[in-house]
Nanobody
């Protein structure tokens, strides 16, 4: 599967952005789909995931209650709605996919379990 992330940009603190991750080559519903982000000088950080079975979502504590992941299987696209943005949300955001199932949510927080990655989209939140 090929992934294409888009929707990043510059927004003021408190604002909103919606990122998209379009899949091609395979049906997006065949994968659990995650969002990660990486700020300059920092490691890639788990943001959230939507599990392929049942559409259950999990989020990092830092974004819980502000970010929402959804999936439109008809459009083969996943979304990350980001509200109440903060300057510390500034990063390059990546979408990723895995076709493996894991028994605990902790596994999905690891970048290494994802075989497929999008190219990243820059989000900058100004104070």
């Amino acid at each position: 599967v090929q992934l294409q992330a888009s929707g990043g940009g510059l927004v003021q603190a408190g604002g909103s952005l919606r990122l998209s991750c379009a899949a091609s080559g395979r049906f997006l519903s065949s994968y659990s789909m995650g969002w990660f982000r990486q700020a300059p000088g920092k490691e890639r950080e788990f943001v959230g995931i939507i599990i392929r079975s049942g559409g259950i979502t999990y989020y990092a504590d830092s974004v819980k209650g502000r970010f929402t992941i959804t999936r439109d299987n008809a459009k083969n696209t996943m979304y990350l709605q980001m509200d109440s943005l903060k300057p510390e949300d500034t990063a390059v955001y990546y979408c990723a996919a895995t076709d493996r199932d894991y028994g605990g949510t902790g596994y999905y927080r690891r970048p290494g379990v994802y075989a497929y990655w999008g190219q990243g989209t820059q989000v900058t939140v100004s104070s």
